[in-house]
């Protein structure tokens, strides 16, 4: 009984060219995507890593007494490098 309604429908696109051509592009475009994706996540990710870990090494090494708060971690988790870069400035500024 399931044989004889899936057969039919498996028949309507089991010759198209059309069908074939257009599973094949959007299964190439889903791979795209996901590495595209996967590459700019771990680059963000490793962006945040070493704007972390420089955090706490210049305040460990120069004692700036830079405040871990929400807000320094968000900054430098989202932006990394140039994040603990503004921070400091701002450190030494006295703005911070």
């Given at each position: 009984m399931?044989?004889?309604?899936?057969?039919p429908l498996?028949s309507?696109?089991a010759?198209?060219?059309v069908?074939?051509t257009?599973?094949i592009?959007?299964?190439?475009?889903v791979i795209?995507i996901?590495?595209?994706?996967?590459?700019?996540l771990l680059g963000?990710l490793?962006?945040?890593i070493?704007?972390?870990i420089?955090l706490f090494?210049?305040?460990?090494?120069?004692?700036?007494a830079?405040?871990?708060t929400l807000?320094?971690?968000?900054?430098t988790a989202i932006?990394?490098?140039p994040a603990?870069?503004?921070?400091?400035?701002?450190?030494l500024?006295?703005?911070?």
């Amino acid at each position: 009984m399931l044989a004889s309604i899936a057969l039919p429908l498996l028949s309507i696109f089991a010759g198209s060219v059309v069908s074939e051509t257009l599973i094949i592009v959007a299964i190439i475009a889903v791979i795209f995507i996901v590495f595209a994706l996967g590459r700019f996540l771990l680059g963000l990710l490793v962006n945040s890593i070493l704007g972390l870990i420089a955090l706490f090494l210049i305040n460990a090494i120069f004692g700036l007494a830079i405040p871990i708060t929400l807000a320094t971690i968000a900054a430098t988790a989202i932006f990394g490098l140039p994040a603990v870069f503004v921070i400091v400035i701002l450190k030494l500024g006295g703005m911070l």
